[in-house]
């Protein structure tokens, strides 16, 4: 690898990680703990307290939101693993995650999308085939998938903002 490409990389990687300036009025990790509420065009009531959700629905958990065609999975007596597919988003007060298909898990604020996933964060943006994104510490890993690369435009100077 180049030099450059080796600072272009560590560039996007900080970019990355940024956290949210400093006039967000949450802290860093507080929307992993906040309440989720849901809505949907379809709900499903399943056994343990487990909700399918269909049509055009969204969660919002503290200043995050995920949308997708359909979830199911959340349960409403304990953590939850939800699997949405069809449009999915995930969007953050400073980033929007896109894939076909995601999975979150609210016993370690863990979301991983696969597909056809774009990452943005202001004009930043880069892609890849499978994407893990922790809530509480605003991290995210792209992995490229079978062509092994990730792609990704970076402006500099912008961090996101």
Same mark, same amino acid.
């Given at each position: 690898?180049?030099?450059?490409?080796?600072?272009?990389?560590?560039?996007?990687?900080?970019?990355? %990680?940024?956290?949210?300036? #400093?006039?967000?009025?949450?802290?860093?990790?507080?929307?992993a703990?906040?309440?989720?509420?849901?809505?949907?065009?379809?709900?499903?009531?399943?056994?343990?307290?487990?909700?399918?959700?269909?049509?055009?629905?969204?969660?919002?958990?503290?200043?995050?939101?995920?949308?997708?065609?359909?979830?199911? #999975?959340?349960?409403? %007596?304990? !953590?939850?693993?939800?699997?949405?597919?069809?449009?999915?988003?995930?969007?953050?007060?400073?980033?929007?995650? /896109?894939? !076909?298909?995601?999975?979150?898990?609210?016993?370690?604020?863990?979301?991983?999308?696969?597909?056809?996933?774009?990452?943005? +964060? #202001?004009?930043?943006?880069?892609?890849?085939? /499978?994407? %893990?994104?922790?809530?509480?510490?605003?991290?995210? /890993?792209?992995?490229?998938? +079978?062509?092994?690369?990730?792609r990704?435009?970076?402006?500099?100077?912008?961090?996101?903002?």
């Amino acid at each position: 690898m180049t030099k450059t490409s080796l600072l272009t990389a560590a560039a996007i990687a900080l970019v990355l %990680t940024a956290t949210p300036g #400093g006039s967000d009025a949450q802290s860093p990790g507080s929307s992993a703990n906040a309440p989720i509420s849901y809505g949907a065009n379809t709900l499903e009531y399943g056994t343990g307290g487990t909700l399918t959700l269909s049509g055009a629905v969204e969660l919002v958990q503290g200043q995050n939101r995920f949308r997708a065609d359909r979830m199911s #999975g959340l349960n409403l %007596t304990s !953590d939850s693993r939800i699997e949405a597919s069809g449009n999915v988003y995930f969007v953050t007060p400073t980033q929007t995650i /896109r894939g !076909d298909r995601a999975t979150y898990n609210t016993a370690d604020a863990t979301i991983v999308v696969t597909g056809d996933v774009i990452l943005t +964060q #202001g004009e930043n943006v880069m892609t890849g085939s /499978r994407l %893990t994104y922790n809530v509480r510490t605003e991290t995210a /890993r792209v992995d490229g998938g +079978q062509s092994g690369r990730v792609r990704g435009v970076f402006y500099p100077g912008t961090a996101g903002n």
